[in-house]
T-cell receptor, first 114, second 116 residues
Framework: AQSVTQPDIHITVSEGASLELRCNYS??????LFWYVQSPGQGLQLLLK??????LVQGIKGFEAEFKRSQSSFNLRKPSVHWSDAAEYFC????????????FGTGTRLQVFP | GAGVSQSPRYKVAKRGQDVALRCDPI?????LFWYQQALGQGPEFLTY????????KSGLPSDRFFAERPEGSVSTLKIQRTQQEDSAVYLC??????????????FGPGTRLTVL
């Protein structure tokens, strides 16, 4: 079935440690790819997106993501996590510009210990 | 306003009641989306408007769900005869334009609906 998969439901890291959140998709063609962050009581905020071109994309708050076509993956990374990064992270895709509707993964909850 | 706003932020309804959820998109944004986010899940698409036209309502779970955007700005999501499984956060998003490009969607804070 076509889907967006985030295999890690919950990740805990220490402040200052590096972070990688995994995302895989299963669609015939490469979709448009996004990472969103959702903090408690706040709306979803776009971290970064990939449409085409350079497969390593930079986003806000020091995040980056790498698109790997061979693995159908779009993993999110940050070299040094801050306590304020604790939140829920969602990978999402858009299949067609005709509707722009986002298809989300189930999310990864990030907990940061001091 | 500066961002997408939604009201009310919280709504408690008794099973069988009708509810109406409002979304005020960013001024000038052509596209408007509604998503439903159940507890512990990612948001799921409900419906999409381009101006006042509802171009995609494939995600509406039943005919009890109805959305409108009569003047191409404010939108209302109405749920009739609410059921417990309707309990969720309802997110609204808007983007600058539709057409031949994929645009960033800006999300509101959501309305948390609890059906007792």
């Amino acid at each position: 079935a076509q889907s967006v998969t985030q295999p890690d439901i919950h990740i805990t890291v220490s402040e200052g440690a590096s972070l990688e959140l995994r995302c895989n998709y299963s669609y015939g063609a490469t979709p448009y790819l996004f990472w969103y962050v959702q903090s408690p009581g706040q709306g979803l905020q776009l971290l970064l997106k990939y449409f085409s071109g350079d497969t390593l994309v930079q986003g806000i708050k020091g995040f980056e993501a790498e698109f790997k076509r061979s693995q159908s993956s779009f993993n999110l990374r940050k070299p040094s996590v801050h306590w304020s990064d604790a939140a829920e992270y969602f990978c999402a895709v858009v299949l067609s510009y005709n509707t722009d509707k986002l298809i989300f993964g189930t999310g990864t909850r990030l907990q940061v210990f001091p | 306003g500066a961002g997408v706003s939604q009201s009310p932020r919280y709504k408690v309804a008794k099973r069988g009641q009708d509810v109406a959820l409002r979304c005020d998109p960013i001024s000038g944004h052509v596209s408007l989306f509604w998503y439903q986010q159940a507890l512990g899940q990612g948001p799921e698409f409900l419906t999409y408007f381009q101006n006042e036209a509802q171009l995609d309502k494939s995600g509406l779970p039943s005919d009890r769900f109805f959305a409108e955007r009569p003047e191409g700005s404010v939108s209302t999501l109405k749920i009739q005869r609410t059921q417990q499984e309707d309990s969720a956060v309802y997110l609204c998003a808007s983007s600058l334009r539709g057409g031949l490009v994929v645009n960033e969607q800006f999300f509101g804070p959501g309305t948390r609906l609890t059906v007792l």
